[in-house]
C-alpha cells in the first residue's frame, strides 16, 4: 500500500468514527451512545497517538538515513524522552479509567431491580441458544417454565436481567445492537449476570462471539423486541400453548 492511499484510508477511517461508524449496528440500546462515545473517544485518542509515533519514524527515516561520507552515531539512551512515552500514556489511561466510570457501572455494576426486570435463563451449549422463562409463579425450574432456543423475546423499555451458563465449552453471547458481549464458561459456579435494556421495537441478531466448535457458524439466534402490550400477548399466548419445559435450569441466584 502506498503512503498516499495509506493516508486516504486513515483519513476516511477517522471521519466515519467521528460519525459513529458505518460498520457498528443500530444502537437500540439505553446505554448504547455512552458506549459508542467511548469508542469514538478512543478511537480519536489511539489515531492521534499513531499519527504522531509513525510521522516521527518517518522523519527519522529520512532525517538520518545513510549519506555519503556520514558516519553513524550511536545514542545509548535519553532518560527524557523514556519519561515522557511512559508517563504520558500512564495518564491518557488513567483519565480513560475515570472518564469512562460512569458507562461501565450502568453496564456492568448497576443491575437493575430483579423485581422490576424481565428475567430470563440462557444457557449455551453447540450450537445453539436455549432460553428459559419463568411461569406464572415467577420461579425458575418448575413445571411452569417456558423454553426455547434462539429467540429471546423482550419488552421495550424494560430491563432485561439474564443468567447466562455455559454447558460444554466457552461460548460468547452477543447482543450486537445492545452493545452487550459477554464471555462465559463451562460448569455450575461460572454463571454469569447480565443486563440490558432496549429501547426500539424490532428483531436483532444473537451470535455467539466466541469460536465454540466446527458449527460456530450456526450459532445464530434472534432478538425480537416488542411494545410492553406485544410483550404481554405473546407471553399469555405461551403460557397457553405452553409445552413441558426442557430438561435443564436452575434456581435463580441468592440476592439477585
Not at 538520518?64 to 512515552?85: I, K, L, M, S
Not at 450502568?106 to 444457557?123: F, H, T, W
Not at 410483550?231 to 441468592?254: C, Q, R, S, V
Amino acid at each position: 500500500m502506498s503512503v498516499v492511499t495509506f493516508g486516504v484510508a486513515l483519513f476516511c477511517s477517522f471521519g466515519t468514527a467521528l460519525a459513529g461508524g458505518p460498520w457498528l449496528p443500530e444502537n437500540v440500546s439505553t446505554i448504547g451512545e455512552d458506549i459508542d462515545h467511548l469508542y469514538r473517544v478512543i478511537f480519536v485518542i489511539t489515531t492521534i497517538m499513531f499519527v504522531l509515533t509513525q510521522g516521527v519514524l518517518v522523519f527519522f527515516i529520512f532525517r538520518y538515513r545513510q549519506r555519503p561520507g556520514r558516519r553513524a552515531a550511536y545514542v545509548h539512551d535519553n532518560a527524557t524522552v523514556e519519561t515522557v512515552w511512559t508517563v504520558v500514556p500512564g495518564i491518557i489511561l488513567l483519565v480513560l479509567a475515570v472518564y469512562q466510570w460512569n458507562a461501565w457501572a450502568d453496564a456492568k455494576i448497576r443491575a437493575p431491580d430483579s423485581d422490576e426486570a424481565i428475567r430470563v435463563e440462557i444457557l449455551a451449549q453447540q450450537f445453539e441458544w436455549n432460553i428459559r422463562y419463568p411461569g406464572p409463579d415467577g420461579v425458575f425450574d418448575t413445571q411452569d417454565d417456558l423454553t426455547m432456543k434462539n429467540q429471546l423475546y423482550i419488552p421495550r423499555g424494560k430491563p432485561v436481567l439474564v443468567q447466562l451458563r455455559a454447558l460444554d465449552v466457552i461460548h460468547s453471547f452477543f447482543l450486537p445492537n445492545l452493545r452487550v458481549k459477554q464471555d462465559v464458561l463451562p460448569g455450575p459456579r461460572n454463571t454469569i449476570l447480565l443486563w440490558f435494556d432496549a429501547n426500539k421495537s424490532g428483531t436483532y441478531e444473537i451470535a455467539c462471539a466466541e469460536l465454540c466448535g466446527l458449527g460456530h457458524y450456526r450459532m445464530r439466534g434472534q432478538l425480537f423486541v416488542y411494545t410492553p402490550e406485544e410483550f404481554e400477548t405473546w407471553l399469555e399466548n405461551k403460557y397457553k400453548a405452553k409445552t413441558p419445559p426442557a430438561d435443564w435450569g436452575w434456581g435463580w441466584e441468592d440476592g439477585v
